[in-house]
């Protein structure tokens, strides 16, 4: 089975130059804790609920005038729609995360794939299970 398959399509982003509050005001409205950062038609990053508070809020910045690329994650970890649902898991596991971002081979976004989404409509529990177990596995702290 296909990652295109089981994707939620039409997913909304945020621009890199929003500031923190009209993310959050965004996530808010459409009760999600991730969003795509899109500059134009390409992913430049990924933006949590998490970065917001932690990496922003935490250390004093003001989400007024803090902007988004200043607390998402420029690494974005990504599968694309055409590989198979199972090479999904294996990044949700081998990178400890609960959702990918879906590219199209021409690396625009095409829509986001959440370890619910390998659970309810991937086809295969065991990858599932598996990616769940490596999603909970502890994580080491930065030294």
């Known amino acids: 089975m296909r990652v295109s398959e089981i994707m939620t399509r039409g997913v909304e982003s945020v621009a890199p130059g929003a500031s ?3 993310a959050a ?7 999600v804790g991730p969003l795509p ?6 992913v430049v990053g990924m933006l949590t609920d998490r970065d917001i508070t932690v990496r922003a809020t935490a250390k004093g910045a003001d989400p007024n005038t803090t902007c988004v690329r200043d607390a ?6 990504f599968v694309f ?4 649902v199972a090479e ?10 609960r959702r990918l971002l879906v590219l199209g081979r021409d690396r625009r976004l095409s829509g986001i794939v959440s370890l619910g989404d390998l659970a ?14 490596g999603v909970s596995e502890p994580a080491k702290p930065n030294r």
């Not at 950062?37 to 390409?42: E, F, H, K, T």
């Not at 729609?81 to 198979?84: G, H, S």
């Open 88 to 97: 999904a898991g294996r990044l949700m596991k081998q990178k400890q995360v």
């Open 37 to 42: 950062v899109v500059d134009g038609d390409r």
């Open 120 to 133: 309810v409509d991937g086809g295969d529990t065991r990858a599932a299970g598996s990616a769940l177990e």
């Open 81 to 84: 729609e055409d590989e198979d």
């Open 25 to 31: 005001q965004k996530m808010s409205a459409l009760d």
């Open 72 to 77: 998402m994650t420029p690494d974005v970890i």
């Open 20 to 22: 923190l509050r009209e």
